[in-house]
């Protein structure tokens, strides 16, 4: 099968298409034909060497795939040959204190795919029948492709951990990328009050076409000033945050007192400044995110398949134009998800 890897770290020249043997399932698991790969931030920060993550070369890229189960392990039940299946990001161990109490993406011992198992840049990858979740049929590959990231880590972020109530207001940092986009989505979905920032208009224009109530354009504007207007002074009930450096201390100065910032990444800036005493005078709270659970994919699709909500597919690329689809996403012009089919 055909597959993209790279011997070396670096930009998107490293990467190659190769010829590599098929992956056989073992006991317990499934081989699945990839049809459709989403490609996430991480994968650009894997192929750069500064993941954080352990990286052995060579490295195949890819955690989000789509398509057909073509092979059954042995031992493996309630799957068939044919089921259209979007593996979990994870393999959790199933026996940790984290799995045991509903709590699987913080695993101690977890697999991750593209890690543990080939990647999903690729025509195909073995995974373990226990990490399978169900593709509507009414969601097709590309789109299976484009939602279990986005709209998990949105739903992890905003219900579970930011415990986002119906009448609350909540601001989406970078509406425009997957997991703005989707965190949009859903928050209006649920009742809240949304406001987001994006770079450009024309995001802004498309985001308040899927339930934006503000937008702030957060090069002409002042982030936490214009959220005080538009909610009498008072901040918002949560930040919805995954950009780091200024935007991080934008948020904290966007809250309301007693509001909660979550946040599961930042690029723009790792290691910022925090001022205490503010934090604790209005009773903040400052909650990290990791992944989301296969419940809350499931609930995900659920939405999907009934079209409550809708995966963004921005563009599709074939496998062997890989590395033009890589520096689509790195110059962040897009407005949701790149995927690769094969
Ligand atoms: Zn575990």
């Known amino acids: 099968m055909k597959a993209v890897r790279f011997h070396e770290f670096g930009n998107a020249d490293v990467l190659k298409i190769e010829e590599i043997e098929d992956p056989k399932p073992g006991p317990g698991e499934v081989t699945i034909a990839i049809k459709a ?17 352990p ?21 493996v039940e309630g ?51 226990g990490q399978l979740i169900k593709i509507p049929d009414s969601v097709s590959y590309e789109e299976a492709a484009a939602t279990q990231v986005a709209f998990g880590t949105a739903w992890h972020m905003l219900f579970t951990r930011g415990r986002l109530s119906a009448g609350e207001s909540v601001l ?19 009742g809240a009050f949304v406001l987001g920032n994006a770079s450009s208009q024309d995001k802004l224009d498309r985001a308040a076409e899927l339930g934006l109530d503000v937008g702030i354009n957060r090069l002409e504007e002042d982030i936490a000033a214009r959220v005080m207007e538009a909610t009498d002074d008072r901040g918002v009930d949560l930040v919805f945050e995954h950009v780091g450096g200024k935007m991080f201390q934008d948020s904290l100065d966007s809250l309301s007192k007693d509001g909660r910032l979550v946040t599961c990444g930042g690029h723009a800036g790792e290691v910022v400044d925090f001022d205490i005493i503010p934090f604790f005078r209005t009773q903040k709270s400052v909650i990290g995110s990791f992944v989301y659970t296969r419940e809350e994919v499931d609930r995900c699709y659920a939405l999907a398949a009934r079209g409550d909500i809708k995966a963004l597919v921005h563009a599709v690329f074939p496998l062997d ?22």
Request: include cysteine.
């Open 55 to 75: 990286v052995s070369l060579p490295h195949s890229l890819g955690i989000e795939v789509a398509g057909d189960i073509i092979a059954l392990g042995e031992g």
């Open 79 to 129: 799957w068939e040959v044919g089921d259209r299946v979007n593996p979990y990001v994870m393999a959790p161990c199933e026996r940790c204190r984290y799995c045991r109490t509903g709590r699987e993406s913080i695993c101690l011992e977890p697999g991750f795919i593209s890690f543990s198992t080939g990647g999903g840049y690729a025509e195909q990858v073995a995974v373990k029948a």
């Open 37 to 53: 790969s989403g490609l996430n931030h991480l994968d650009v920060d894997v192929r750069e060497g500064i993941s954080r993550f």
């Open 172 to 190: 989406v940092n970078a509406v425009g990328s997957g997991i703005g986009s989707a965190a949009v989505q859903l928050a209006s979905h649920h």
């Open 321 to 342: 134009q890989v590395a033009d689809a890589m520096r689509m996403m790195e110059r962040r012009e897009q407005f949701g998800k790149i995927v690769l089919t094969t």
